[in-house]
């Protein structure tokens, strides 16, 4: 039983440019939510998807955007890059979006901004 | 505001020893989740254990056991005997009921470093 994937493990960009991260969630799941974790803190939401809408949303900016696809995997797009967006970016899945539900996590991108 | 305080930045202790890790939680909802979570240094969060806001009853999995209080909205995570296996960053997370369904909020992590 596959857990969460997500592609690429490893990013670098350069200021201004666009980045487009993966996640596959786990088998049986049909809801994912993406993190930023900066450096040294802990991970904080950006949003929520679940039947290929956006259901919750941190504070984040718009250059931050996302989709989920109709096998329930998503992406997050993140444009106009800031040296401030470096960070790893944890996908999570879950069944349904209840608040008691557990997320299982992927392993991160590590993105960094140059 | 930080809904999540975790105070302790980091803890080292011997292997075998206790390790306590401290939680204090904000919120105004009646019905709302806790969880502990271990990142070891590959990245990944691994989920630990989960209380839900009506369930004060503390108990104890394996070398794992938590005090949960919301007369001082605490959650409070203990490790006994603890391994090197062990070390890790250990995040506290809020689920809330209202408006927030499936929004994890996290603290700021407490790093746990365990020494032969």
């Known amino acids: 039983d596959a857990g969460v994937t997500q592609s690429p493990t490893h990013l670098i960009k350069t200021r201004g440019q666009q980045v487009t991260l993966r996640c596959s969630p786990k088998?049986?799941?049909?809801?994912v939510s993406w993190y930023q974790q900066a450096l040294g803190q802990g991970p904080q939401f950006i949003f929520q998807?679940?039947?290929?809408?956006?259901?919750q949303r941190g504070n984040f900016p718009d250059r931050f955007s996302g989709h989920q696809f109709p096998n329930y995997s998503s992406e997050l797009n993140v444009n106009a890059l800031l040296l401030g967006d470096s960070a790893l970016y944890l996908c999570a899945s879950s069944r349904g979006t209840g608040v008691g539900n557990e997320q299982f996590f992927g392993p991160g991108t590590r993105l960094t901004v140059l | 505001a930080q809904k999540v305080t975790q105070a302790q930045t980091e803890i080292s202790v011997v292997e075998k020893e206790d390790v306590t890790l401290d939680c204090v939680y904000e919120?105004?909802?009646?019905?709302?989740?806790l969880f502990w979570y271990k990142q070891p240094p590959s990245g990944e969060l691994v989920f630990l254990i989960r209380r839900n806001s009506f369930d004060e009853q503390n108990e104890i999995s394996g070398r794992y056991s938590w005090n949960f209080q919301k007369s001082t909205s605490s959650f409070n995570f203990t490790i006994t005997a603890s391994q090197v296996v062990d070390s890790a960053v250990y995040f506290c997370a809020l689920s809330e009921g209202t408006d927030s369904w499936g929004k994890f909020q996290f603290g700021a992590g407490t790093q746990v470093v365990v020494t032969p």
């Open positions: 998807y679940y039947e290929e809408e956006e259901r």
């Open positions: 919120t105004r909802d009646t019905t709302y989740y």
């Open positions: 088998s049986g799941h049909d809801t």
